[in-house]
């Protein structure tokens, strides 16, 4: 009898001890970080840099004066330029923490599929975990606009029968979206990867 002689994939993302005896991981993803972190860098990249050029006309910086220190902030009082400045670097800070709750929402999700399973981790330091058995699985659905073919990632929702709350969910930014919906497909309808024996 034939035997599959394709190496398992060991979990890096998803935490291993999750995993039940036999069951084996197909695919593990986080969303990408063109979904989660180009808002906030073009954010902090135009606040930033008002913030500075805002900076160095109130300073008088030799060489940093343009259109914009010239005609607005030299413009104003100098009490406005102040005011102005510490606008401007409220903005930054709040950039930076914009920044980081969208990191910190990108590392803590991380998707996977089994075998038998359908799999949701959330957390970083506490780690909580939904599940669809790919038996409930009844079909997965892909959206992607003409930006996210572009960038190589879509939506994903996984509907199922039964009460799961991951039935109702959109997972969004999902790197390679039809490649994860064929292996959950497959796992589900025992073919493909799913019915590799041993």
Known sequence: MATSSAPRKMPRLLKATYLADQEYLLEETRATALFYLPGPIVYLIVFGFLAWITEAARRNWAGQIGWYSQHVVRALPKGDRVFLS??????????????????????????????????????????????????????????????????????????????????????RGIPKPFRFQKLIEDAAQGSGPAAATH
């Open 86 to 171: 510490y606008f401007f670097d409220f903005l930054v800070v709040l950039g930076l923490l914009f920044l980081l709750v969208r990191y910190l929402r990108w590392v803590r999700t991380v998707y996977a599929v089994t075998n038998r399973r359908v799999i949701v981790q959330r957390g970083i330091l506490s780690r909580d975990f939904d599940e669809i058995p790919v038996l409930q699985v009844r079909g997965v659905d892909v959206h992607q606009s003409v930006g996210d073919r572009i960038l190589g990632f879509g939506t994903v929702r996984v509907s199922s029968e039964g009460s799961s709350r991951l039935g109702n969910e959109d997972w």
